[in-house]
């Protein structure tokens, strides 16, 4: 019975273990299929494509989003799911992972869909082991990059079609971001005489001139989207006139300043020339006025000497004589000078002026171009009209308005020349888009002509438009008097009534401040002389002796000469002794006042030296070496002037 009971209890205890064994068992295979259903909605969740092959390359398993695009693979090879062309790459891709023991990712290559579209795919794909480490196939994803594919070669295609575009256009084109060049177009490179790769990476402000920074600066902060004209460097330090125009875009997620540059330099230079040819057509145009006008002071001349010669006059009467043939001979230098400035040929030279006096300048030069059968009046801006401006491009500006004007006027008529001083605001009404709000100076003309009809009036300023008959007008005047105005940071507005006449009005930014008179001292008449010897050279025999006469008279030492030739004559045989030069700046023999000067500085390098002239190219700008190193005596000049120039240069320490 012990027995029996004892093994009862055994075996109860071996069907007790197996049914725990048979439950763990159970809740094993649960966990392990539970573990299965989640990995495999992990597979099948996941975007990317998944799949495994043995090492022949037959798929053994892969997710969800295989076998939506391709379709069912377990099983299969590659050459049973895609095109053979493919098939063998994705065969040797798999041999080489395989082979090679190493994975190959993010490789891009073709496939064929389910529905027989071919896409683009970025692969990977990684070598399966065993657990003794041998290789027994692989693991691959891939992503589909069709869109991507077709973005980038659209985005290509966009760049390629923008290059051209670029390329084929007549301005430069420049990106920049934060002031350095990020990519140039042909033409902007060999516009400053680069190659495209130098310019990359440069700063924008090494090519604008030095002068230009501070203005630029400004522009570039308030300038988007307006075109203004500036100077630039090229590479091999050479100016050019430019005409630029900015806006900021977004570029591949980054602000960056898009800008087109356009050469005016010889646009510049055919306008300048224009100018000078429109200058000398009105030149010709002021001939017999001008000849009027030196006839009658010719006229003075000649009696009041005549009348001094014969010597019937008493001493108050002599007296008078000399003031009339003094006065006379001002009245033919002012004339000489504003002919010379009139037809003066120069860059534009801006510089603080007041129009009032511009206008009160050139008003005798207009009535001698209108004719007298035209009444002239003027009409000022009380206490000045200060302007940043070029003085001759202000009396080119004038001279064609008034010409306009005259022609206007066959049968006579009367001429308004008027400045005044204009404050416009935020609500005043702009007619113009160059129009602004701030401090102005406004120029008015108005005539009292047959006025222009209003369907002209929007092409006035357009290049070669005239309202003239044939050979009376190039239609440039108006042209040119625009691009004067806009270089001047102003605008012109015109009004006009057919039969009743018109009015031009121009507006130009006004300076602070008020422009110093330009009237000189009247130099002393008690001016010391010297006992220095002064090599005199002028080919103008009476002027030669004039000077001789009034310099020896003040206790100099003379030696004279009409060339450059004669003076070195002069120079070899009394060098030593000789303190100061005062030359002609053109003479005869082929030799000029600055070469001889220069020739005798080399022997003797302190040598003070005195240049005289009385032509208009030869008058030193600002700039110029004459203005710093030596004096400058321009013709016409009173004996007291030659007088005092010579005492200041002598007095100057070497």
Known sequence: MTIVLAAMAVLTGSILALLWQRRQMRRTEEELSSSQRMLRTVLDTIPQHLFWKDRHSVFLGCNKAVVEECGDVIGKTDFETAA???????????????????????????QTRKDGTQGWYRTSKVPLHDKDGRVIGILGTYEDITELKRAEAALRESERRLRTLAEASFEGICISENGRILDVNDQFAAMFGYGR???IGREVFSLIAPAWHPVMTERFRSGEGKRFEHQCLRKDGSIIECEAQAKTISWGGRKVRVSA???????????????????????????????????????????????????????????????????????????TRQLLTFSRRHPMQPQDLDLNEVVANVTKMLQRLIGEDIALETRYAPGGASIHADPGMLEQVLMNLSVN?????PKGGRLVIETALITLTDTTHFTKHT???????????????????????????????????????????????FGIIEQHQGWIEVESHVNEGTTFRIYFPRTVGKVAGREQPTPSLNVPGGTETILLVEDE???????????????????????????????????????????????????TGRELADRLRTEKPDLKIIYCSGYASNMPGKDSALRHNESFLEKPFLPVKLLQKVRDCANVKS
């Open 84 to 110: 053979a062309k493919f098939a063998e790459q994705y065969r040797a891709d798999d041999l080489e992972v395989m082979e090679k023991n190493q994975p190959k990712l993010n490789f891009e290559e073709p």
């Open 197 to 199: 790769d130098e310019l």
């Open 405 to 409: 004007s005259r022609d206007a006027m």
């Open 435 to 481: 129009a602004r709000p701030g401090e102005f100076v406004r120029l008015a003309i108005t005539d009292t002509g047959f006025g222009i009809a209003p369907e002209h009036v929007p092409h006035l300023f357009e290049p070669f438009f005239t309202t003239k008959e044939v050979g009376k007008g190039t239609g440039l005047g108006l042209a040119t008097v």
């Open 541 to 591: 025999v009476a002027l030669r002796r004039l000077m001789q006469r009034v310099l020896e008279g003040h206790g100099y030492h003379i030696c004279a000469a009409g060339s450059g030739l004669q003076a070195l004559e002069v120079w070899r045989e009394q060098r030593d002794g000789i303190d100061i030069l005062v030359t002609d700046m053109v003479m005869p023999e082929g030799m």
């Open 261 to 335: 540059v356009r050469d005016l330099t010889e646009r510049k230079g055919l306008e300048a020339r224009l100018r000078q040819s429109q200058k000398m057509e009105a030149f010709g145009q002021l001939a017999a006025g001008v000849a009027h006008d030196f006839n009658n002071i010719l006229t003075v001349i000649q009696g009041n000497m005549s009348l001094l010669q014969m010597g019937q006059l008493s001493r108050a009467e002599q007296a008078s004589a000399g003031v009339e043939i003094s006065r006379a001979a001002e009245r033919a230098a002012n004339l």
